[in-house]
């Protein structure tokens, strides 16, 4: 039996396979529509994940997220919301139901017609029908009447099958089916110019990248994925991509098709081509060609083209309608610029984030409203350490997002929301939605397994989402680094060790490699380890400070300033005025802990006029609220509060842990524990400066069994704490807190654990004379 199913305004025709509202048919992907089906024809039934996947997509591996999109294309179709479901309710974890009610007619019952008759256009009106004199004699005849119009589709629609079958076979007999599909992984070769304009070099594939990535669908080989294969291939990252290159490119990698474009001369005019060729061997799939009047239409063409590929490979035409935003809208309609930005991709993936900023940096000279060329000068910015110049690139991004595709918007609302506004919730919740829409898309899972998640302490989700962009970019080198991170955040160094092995074995590198193989090294206790990473990369200033760090949690504080005197020297040289500053931050935070305060406090003046960056200056309250500089703190916190009223951190982490800082240099515990209960779940995030001033009042409150819980947080997550000094104050705060409690044998083993570290300390180090008085003491 055909069963038509009736919801509030919504009608779904088994019979059509089509779902209407109020007699409007709505457009709705075929894979979503038979979700939906499932769903519907089992209204209040929980349907496992695993049972929607096996039926709808029978014989057919996709991954997990392809239903979650599916659901969101239903959930936006219907006007559903997801956090106060009215008809598709997720059931976390294990599936979804449909909520809402449904009734079920079958179309050709007599009894549905007359329900329905409103929703037959073709239907004889009552009163054009002749008169009968029994009900039953006219009740056959208006369903007869009324139901002619179907007959007649019915017998159209046989016969359009039948020759929709001779096509079918006769297709295949001549072999001329369509072989490129959504499921099929493609690489773009650069495009052939043989126009004698110099300015279709890079622009016209970086154009049809950008369209090609509007899709959710389409597999196109990542840039980091070519260029890692043009390594490993003894070519120089950069070469150029001709088609042939290409061809083999796509077979090494396992590849279906190689797209090769390409643009020449006719007369006055231009001709653009977009030829598919299977890599394995080189058979022609696809081909298309679009004449235009003028070079500056060509961006123009390139959409066209695009849209009609993606169409032929099998994307629903919903799909293409709802995200395909011309290129001049997309990212800019200057060829110069595109350019530009092309070749600064390139030198991104090839020699890292600093190549790139002159020629994005020209980009957004060529053309002022180019956002995604300002959101990846944000973005190289950040990666770099300047916070300030990675704002305000990021900031005039956001100012334009308009201009951007919606893929690309995805990547300025979050990179604007992490990086300027600081609003980790709006963040996580952008990252959800681009995760649903583009599923394939590694940057969505890398924000928040680098930045978001572990915010708020929670690394072991953090470490599933790093997993996740490995199993769908396995040359995506950011996802190894963050994976590692989170190891070693868990204090699991010999797994982050073998994330990085398995990135070497790829051939993917980044510098702060490096600096993570000094963290396992000091997690694992192996001092040459740590040695030799500092050696691999004696002019990297963070690694320099971490070795900083490293002396001063052993006492040896001259040696530290030192050698901080050269990081912040090697920072100073090559303009990096924000990470100078932080690392003149983190040398002096220990100094304040250590009870050095004027050292400290010329240190901390020092950074404030070189940065007011976020992290210096919420580095430099924090320091001056341990040595009680109430006037100092007051500015640096209004500061914050002004400049960043949405950011999470800020308002509920930064001002009320230096806020607390205060209270306790200022004798007042108790008010201290009242603004850390604000902290609380992000006190896990690093550093633990909350956990420590949170057992520091309550010790000084009286309450030596809850400081002990809350310094052996400190301890017990050597991952986190790593080599910073505050290991040291907590492992003192742990034995004074058992000391107060009366258990003077845990009391003791604390003590000597922070005097072992400090046994080659500076001889004037004063906290390491009073430590051995007290220990003695007991």
């Given at each position: 039996m055909i069963v038509l199913y009736l919801f509030d305004d919504y009608e779904l025709s088994e019979q059509d396979f089509s779902l209407s509202r109020r007699g409007e048919r709505m457009s709705v992907e075929p894979k979503a529509l038979r979700v939906l089906f499932l769903l519907v024809a089992a209204p209040g039934t929980l349907l496992e994940k695993k049972t929607i996947l096996g039926t709808v997509w029978k014989d057919t591996f996709v991954e997990e997220s392809t239903l979650t999109r599916a659901i969101a294309i239903l959930r936006k179709q219907l006007g559903d919301d997801p956090k106060a479901p009215k008809y598709i309710e997720t059931v976390p974890t294990l599936g979804y139901r449909f909520i809402a009610q449904v009734r079920t007619v079958d179309p050709s019952s007599p009894a549905s017609n007359e329900v329905r008759e409103h929703d037959e256009p073709e239907a004889i009106a009552a009163e054009?029908?002749?008169?009968?004199?029994?009900?039953?004699?006219?009740?056959?005849?208006?369903?007869?009447?009324?139901?002619?119009?179907?007959?007649?589709?019915?017998?159209?629609?046989?016969?359009?099958?039948?020759?929709t079958a001779i096509v079918?076979?006769?297709?295949?007999?001549?072999?001329?089916?369509?072989?490129?599909?959504?499921?099929?992984?493609?690489?773009?070769?650069?495009?052939?110019?043989?126009?004698?304009?110099?300015?279709?070099?890079?622009?016209?594939?970086?154009?049809?990248?950008?369209?090609?990535?509007?899709?959710?669908?389409?597999?196109?080989?990542?840039?980091?994925?070519?260029?890692?294969?043009?390594?490993?291939?003894?070519?120089?990252?950069?070469?150029?991509?001709?088609?042939?290159?290409?061809?083999?490119?796509?077979?090494?990698?396992g590849g279906d098709a190689v797209l090769e474009g390409s643009v020449a001369r006719l007369g006055n005019e231009y001709i653009l081509g977009l030829r598919a060729r299977r890599c394995s061997t080189g058979e022609e799939l696809d081909a298309e060609q679009i004449q235009v009047k003028r070079k500056e239409d060509a961006l123009q063409a390139l959409g066209e083209m695009a849209a009609k590929f993606r169409a032929r490979i099998g994307e629903s035409r919903a799909s293409i309608d709802q995200l395909d935003i011309p290129l001049p809208?997309?990212?800019?309609?200057?060829?110069?610029?595109?350019?530009?930005?092309?070749?600064?991709?390139?030198?991104?993936?090839?020699?890292?984030?600093?190549?790139?900023?002159?020629?994005?940096?020209?980009?957004?000279e060529l053309d002022p409203q180019f956002a995604v060329a300002y959101v990846w000068l944000g973005r190289m910015y950040a990666d770099l350490g300047e916070e300030v110049p990675a704002m305000q690139a990021t900031q005039k991004a956001y100012e334009l997002r308009n201009r951007a595709s919606d893929r690309e918007r995805f990547l300025i609302d979050v990179s604007y929301d992490l990086l300027v506004s600081g609003n980790l919730?709006?963040?996580?919740?952008?990252?959800?939605?681009?995760?649903?829409?583009?599923?394939?898309?590694?940057?969505?899972?890398?924000?928040?397994?680098?930045?978001?998640?572990?915010?708020?302490?929670?690394?072991?989700?953090?470490?599933?989402?790093?997993?996740?962009?490995?199993?769908?970019?396995?040359?995506?080198?950011?996802?190894?680094?963050?994976?590692?991170?989170?190891?070693?955040?868990?204090?699991?160094?010999?797994?982050?060790?073998?994330?990085?092995?398995?990135?070497?074995?790829?051939?993917?590198?980044?510098?702060?490699?490096?600096t993570d193989a000094y963290r396992m090294a000091f997690l694992e206790g192996d001092e040459d380890g740590m040695k030799r990473a500092v050696q691999a990369a004696p002019a990297n200033p963070w690694l320099l400070g971490y070795e900083v760090a490293t002396l001063s949690l052993t006492g040896r504080l001259s040696e530290a300033r030192d050698l901080s005197g050269r990081a912040t020297s090697l920072a100073r040289q090559s303009s990096r005025h924000d990470t100078e500053a932080q690392l003149q931050i983190a040398e002096a935070i220990p100094e304040a802990l250590y009870g050095r305060s004027q050292f400290a406090k010329g240190q901390l003046r020092s950074a404030l006029r070189i940065s007011t960056a976020k992290s210096v200056e919420y580095g430099a309250a924090f320091a001056f609220a341990m040595v009680g500089e109430a006037s100092e703190v007051s500015k640096l916190v209004?500061?914050?509060?002004?400049?960043?009223?949405?950011?999470?951190?800020?308002?509920?982490?930064?001002?009320?842990?230096?806020?607390?800082?205060?209270?306790?240099?200022q004798n007042q515990p108790q008010k201290a524990v009242g603004l850390l209960q604000e902290v609380t779940p992000f006190e896990l995030s690093q550093p633990l400066h909350s956990v420590y001033l949170r057992g520091q009042a309550l010790l000084a409150m009286h309450r030596p069994q809850e400081a002990i819980v809350e310094f052996r947080k400190i301890i017990d997550h050597p991952g986190l704490v790593m080599n910073d000094p505050l290991l040291n104050l907590a492992e003192l705060g742990l034995a004074r807190s058992y000391a107060a409690a009366g258990e003077k044998q845990k009391a003791q083993l604390s003590y000597r654990a922070v005097l072992q570290r400090w046994r080659n300390a500076d001889s004037d180090f004063s906290l390491c004379r009073q430590v051995k008085k007290e220990s003695a003491g007991l």
């Amino acid at each position: 039996m055909i069963v038509l199913y009736l919801f509030d305004d919504y009608e779904l025709s088994e019979q059509d396979f089509s779902l209407s509202r109020r007699g409007e048919r709505m457009s709705v992907e075929p894979k979503a529509l038979r979700v939906l089906f499932l769903l519907v024809a089992a209204p209040g039934t929980l349907l496992e994940k695993k049972t929607i996947l096996g039926t709808v997509w029978k014989d057919t591996f996709v991954e997990e997220s392809t239903l979650t999109r599916a659901i969101a294309i239903l959930r936006k179709q219907l006007g559903d919301d997801p956090k106060a479901p009215k008809y598709i309710e997720t059931v976390p974890t294990l599936g979804y139901r449909f909520i809402a009610q449904v009734r079920t007619v079958d179309p050709s019952s007599p009894a549905s017609n007359e329900v329905r008759e409103h929703d037959e256009p073709e239907a004889i009106a009552a009163e054009e029908l002749p008169k009968a004199g029994a009900g039953e004699t006219t009740l056959a005849m208006s369903h007869s009447a009324r139901y002619a119009p179907r007959r007649i589709w019915i017998y159209g629609l046989a016969v359009g099958l039948c020759v929709t079958a001779i096509v079918f076979f006769t297709r295949q007999a001549r072999n001329e089916m369509p072989r490129l599909s959504t499921k099929s992984t493609l690489v773009l070769a650069d495009f052939i110019n043989t126009s004698g304009e110099a300015v279709f070099d890079d622009a016209l594939r970086q154009g049809m990248i950008v369209q090609l990535e509007q899709s959710p669908v389409i597999r196109l080989a990542s840039e980091a994925q070519i260029r890692k294969t043009l390594g490993l291939m003894g070519m120089k990252l950069d070469s150029p991509l001709p088609p042939e290159l290409g061809r083999e490119i796509c077979q090494r990698i396992g590849g279906d098709a190689v797209l090769e474009g390409s643009v020449a001369r006719l007369g006055n005019e231009y001709i653009l081509g977009l030829r598919a060729r299977r890599c394995s061997t080189g058979e022609e799939l696809d081909a298309e060609q679009i004449q235009v009047k003028r070079k500056e239409d060509a961006l123009q063409a390139l959409g066209e083209m695009a849209a009609k590929f993606r169409a032929r490979i099998g994307e629903s035409r919903a799909s293409i309608d709802q995200l395909d935003i011309p290129l001049p809208e997309a990212t800019t309609s200057s060829l110069d610029a595109l350019k530009d930005f092309s070749q600064a991709t390139r030198l991104f993936n090839s020699r890292g984030s600093r190549a790139a900023i002159p020629l994005l940096m020209h980009a957004t000279e060529l053309d002022p409203q180019f956002a995604v060329a300002y959101v990846w000068l944000g973005r190289m910015y950040a990666d770099l350490g300047e916070e300030v110049p990675a704002m305000q690139a990021t900031q005039k991004a956001y100012e334009l997002r308009n201009r951007a595709s919606d893929r690309e918007r995805f990547l300025i609302d979050v990179s604007y929301d992490l990086l300027v506004s600081g609003n980790l919730a709006r963040g996580k919740e952008t990252c959800e939605a681009w995760e649903q829409m583009y599923p394939r898309d590694v940057y969505a899972h890398s924000f928040l397994a680098g930045v978001i998640y572990p915010a708020y302490g929670q690394y072991e989700k953090a470490l599933e989402e790093s997993n996740q962009t490995i199993e769908i970019d396995p040359d995506f080198v950011i996802g190894y680094r963050n994976a590692a991170l989170n190891l070693i955040a868990t204090g699991k160094p010999n797994d982050a060790g073998r994330v990085l092995r398995q990135a070497s074995a790829r051939k993917l590198f980044l510098p702060s490699f490096v600096t993570d193989a000094y963290r396992m090294a000091f997690l694992e206790g192996d001092e040459d380890g740590m040695k030799r990473a500092v050696q691999a990369a004696p002019a990297n200033p963070w690694l320099l400070g971490y070795e900083v760090a490293t002396l001063s949690l052993t006492g040896r504080l001259s040696e530290a300033r030192d050698l901080s005197g050269r990081a912040t020297s090697l920072a100073r040289q090559s303009s990096r005025h924000d990470t100078e500053a932080q690392l003149q931050i983190a040398e002096a935070i220990p100094e304040a802990l250590y009870g050095r305060s004027q050292f400290a406090k010329g240190q901390l003046r020092s950074a404030l006029r070189i940065s007011t960056a976020k992290s210096v200056e919420y580095g430099a309250a924090f320091a001056f609220a341990m040595v009680g500089e109430a006037s100092e703190v007051s500015k640096l916190v209004n500061d914050l509060t002004r400049r960043f009223p949405d950011d999470t951190l800020v308002r509920y982490d930064y001002v009320p842990t230096i806020e607390a800082a205060l209270a306790l240099s200022q004798n007042q515990p108790q008010k201290a524990v009242g603004l850390l209960q604000e902290v609380t779940p992000f006190e896990l995030s690093q550093p633990l400066h909350s956990v420590y001033l949170r057992g520091q009042a309550l010790l000084a409150m009286h309450r030596p069994q809850e400081a002990i819980v809350e310094f052996r947080k400190i301890i017990d997550h050597p991952g986190l704490v790593m080599n910073d000094p505050l290991l040291n104050l907590a492992e003192l705060g742990l034995a004074r807190s058992y000391a107060a409690a009366g258990e003077k044998q845990k009391a003791q083993l604390s003590y000597r654990a922070v005097l072992q570290r400090w046994r080659n300390a500076d001889s004037d180090f004063s906290l390491c004379r009073q430590v051995k008085k007290e220990s003695a003491g007991l």
